[in-house]
C-alpha cells in the first residue's frame, strides 16, 4: 500500500509539469491577451510596451521562461507574482481558498444529504409514482444551469432584492470568513450551497439510484433476507454498503473539480473563491494568477483521485494494491 | 401433521410480456426430519415455489394463491414482519451460488454473527463463539482463525459450507437448499451432499432439497416430486421413483444421466426440445410436444395428479394407460431408444 501511494504520488508530480506545459503553451504560445499592453495604459507606445515586456520577461525565449517556472514552482513553490496586483500568486489563493473550500464542504453535505436520500427512496419505491416524480425532477435539476439556477436563487430569496426577501440570508457578496463570523459565514452561503448542490444532488441520486437497483437483484440480498433480516438493514447494511462504492468514486472527483474553483457559482454570488480568481485573472490576462489557480486545480483532482483509490481498498476488500 | 404443507400453491408474476404462471397449482408436504427432492429443469417452478414458502418472491408484479402451512400458519398470509420471524429461525435456505451469495464486503463470520443476531438478543461474543462452533460443524479447517476471513478469502465449497453454517445457526427446523452443488466441482459436490446429509442425520432438521439432477437426490431423500411447466407431474418415495418411474418426463431425466450399471456402449438420452413458456402454455399436457409417446387426444386433455393404481404414496400426471407406461418402461430401461419402445407398444387412443 505504501509503495502504491509513493508511486502514485511521483506519477503526481510528472502529471502537475504536464499540466502546466499545456497551460503555459495555451496562455503562453498562443497567447489570447499580451499582458504587456494590457499594462501600459492608454495608447501606449511601443517602448513602452517593451519595457514591461523585459520587466515581467516575457522578451525571454518561451522555454527559459517556461524552464524558469517549472523551475521555482517544485523547488521553491514559488508561483510568481500577478501581473495585476503584484502579489505572490500563492498568498493570493490561499487567500481566496477558504472560500472555495466553505463552498465545497457546505455543498458536498446538502447534496449528499438530498442526493442519498432520494436515491434510496427511489430504488426502493421503484416505479412507483414518487420514484418517477423524483426521477423526472432530477432530470430538471441537471439541465437547470448553475448561473441560471444562481440568478433565479437571488432574484427570488435575496435579502434585499428578494421577491420573498429571506432576512436571515447573506445576499451577494456577503461571504465573511468562518474565523471572523460562523454566523454570517453560514447565512451567506446558504443559497450558494443549495444552488451549487442542486445539479449534484440529482445526479447522485440517479447514480444511487441505479446502483442499489443492480444491488439488490444480487444473490447476497435473498441471502440477507433469507437470514430473516429486517428490511431496513437489508436496504443499508447490505444493499447501500455495496452501491455507494460508485458514488465514491465520483464524489472524489466532484470534490477535487469543486476545491479548484466553482467558477459560476461563485462569480454570480460574488464569493471571493479560487473560481472567482482564476475568471478575474483570465479577463485580465494576468497569466501566473491563470497558471497558479490551474495547477492547483489539477493537484486537488489529482490528490482526490489517489485518496479515492486508496479508500477503495477500505469500502472493497477485495482490493489489494 | 407435516411440518410444512404447502397446498395448491400458485405464484403469478406480471411481466411485460404477459402473465408468467411460475406455479400453477403445487401441493406437497415435509414430514419432520424427512427430505424431499424437487426435480425439474430451470424454468419448471421448483425455485419460485421454495422462494414463496419463505415469502422471497413477495412483489409489486406477484401474485399468490394457496397456502403455505407451517407450524399451524398459513405462511403466505403473515405480514412481513411476522415472515421475517420464520425466515432464518424456523426455514433456513441455501442457494445456488456460494460464490455471489455471501456479501463480499462483509466477514464470514460477520454474516453468521449477524444471522445470529436477526434472532436472538446475545452479545456479540456469543455470537462469535456459536459462528465457530458452527464453521467447524461443517468442517472448516481453524474454524477460529477463518471466521475473520473474508468471502473472497473462501474456495466455492467453503464458502457454500458457510452459507449451510449460517443457515443452521439458529437450528432450523426445515433446511430448503437451491441446488446447493450446481456451481461447485463434481469432487467439492460430493462432500456438500455428504455434510447435508449428516448435519440431518445428526441435527434431525427436514430437508428440501431442490435439483435438476436426479442423481443429486437418489442418495438423500426420503421422496421426490417431479416438476414440469410449473405443476408437479409425479411424485412418489425416492426407490419407487427409481424402480418404476411412471412419467415419461421421468424417463428422460432418468435416461438423461449416467448410471455405473448400465451397459457401456449405452448413449444418454437427452429429452428434445426445451420447457414451454409459462407464458402460453400449451394445451393439454403440457408435457406433449416433447413427448415421444403424446397421442393427438393428450394435446387437449390436461392430466390430473392422480394415485398411480396400487400405490397410496406414487402420484402420477399423464394420460397413458398404466399398463401401457408399465410396458414402455420396460423397454426403456432395457435401454431402447423411445422410438423403438414406441414401436413396440401398442399406445391405444391416448385417453385412459
Known sequence: ?321 | MPLLEVRDLRVQFETDDGIVRAVDGVSYSVEEGRSLGIVGESGSGKSVTNLTVLGLTRARNSKFSGEVIFGGRDLLKLSEDELREVRGEEIAMIFQDPLSSLHPFYRVGEQLIEAVRAHHDVSKKAARGRAVEMLQLVNIPEPRSRVDAWPHEFSGGMRQRAMIAMALINSPKLLIADEPTTALDVTVQAQILELIERLQSETGTAVIMITHDLGVVAEMTHEIAVMYAGRIVERAPTKELFASPQHPYTWGLLRSIPRLDSPRNEELVPIDGRPPSLITRPPGCAFHPRCPFVREAHKRIDPELEPVDGRRDHDVACLLSQQTRADLWQHLAAGEAPARARAAVPLGEGAE
Not at chain 1, 428578494?162 to 443559497?191: C, H, M, N, R, T
Open chain 1, 1 to 321: 500500500m505504501a509503495r502504491y501511494i509513493v508511486r502514485r504520488l511521483l506519477g503526481m508530480v510528472l502529471l502537475l509539469i504536464l499540466v502546466s506545459a499545456v497551460t503555459f503553451v495555451i496562455f503562453n504560445v498562443f497567447p489570447s491577451t499580451d499582458p504587456a499592453a494590457l499594462r501600459a495604459g492608454r495608447q501606449p507606445t511601443p517602448e513602452v510596451i517593451e519595457a514591461i515586456r523585459r520587466d515581467l520577461g516575457l522578451d525571454r525565449p518561451k522555454i527559459v521562461q517556461f524552464g524558469d517556472y517549472i523551475w521555482d514552482v517544485f523547488a521553491h513553490q514559488d508561483f510568481g507574482k500577478s501581473y495585476v496586483a503584484n502579489v505572490e500568486v500563492l498568498s493570493q489563493i490561499r487567500e481566496n481558498l477558504p472560500a472555495t473550500i466553505s463552498l465545497t464542504i457546505g455543498g458536498v453535505l446538502v447534496w449528499l444529504t438530498f442526493g442519498l436520500s432520494v436515491g434510496i427512496i427511489s430504488a426502493v419505491k421503484h416505479r412507483s409514482i414518487l420514484d418517477r416524480a423524483t426521477i423526472g425532477l432530477s432530470l430538471i435539476a441537471i439541465s437547470a444551469p448553475v448561473y441560471w439556477l444562481g440568478l433565479v436563487a437571488l432574484y427570488l430569496f435575496a435579502p434585499d432584492f428578494g421577491v420573498f426577501g429571506l432576512g436571515f440570508l447573506g445576499g451577494q457578496g456577503s461571504y465573511v470568513p468562518f474565523s471572523e463570523d460562523p454566523l454570517k459565514w453560514a447565512q451567506s452561503l446558504i443559497l450558494p450551497w443549495c444552488v451549487l448542490a442542486t445539479a449534484f444532488a440529482a445526479v447522485y441520486a440517479r447514480l444511487l439510484r441505479g446502483s442499489l437497483l443492480d444491488v439488490m437483484g444480487e444473490d447476497y440480498i435473498r441471502t440477507a433476507r433469507a437470514k430473516g433480516l429486517a428490511e431496513r438493514s437489508v436496504i443499508l447494511k447490505h444493499g447501500v454498503r455495496s452501491a455507494i462504492t460508485p458514488v465514491v468514486t465520483v464524489l472524489g472527483l466532484d470534490i477535487g473539480i469543486l476545491l479548484g474553483g466553482a467558477i459560476l457559482t461563485e462569480s454570480v454570488f460574488n464569493i471571493p473563491g479560487i473560481g472567482r480568481l482564476a475568471y478575474d485573472a483570465i479577463t485580465r490576462g494576468d497569466l501566473p494568477i491563470v497558471q497558479g489557480t490551474v495547477l492547483f486545480g489539477a493537484f486537488f483532482i489529482i490528490i482526490m483521485n489517489l485518496i479515492v483509490d486508496v479508500l477503495y481498498a477500505f469500502l472493497d476488500p477485495r482490493v489489494r494494491y
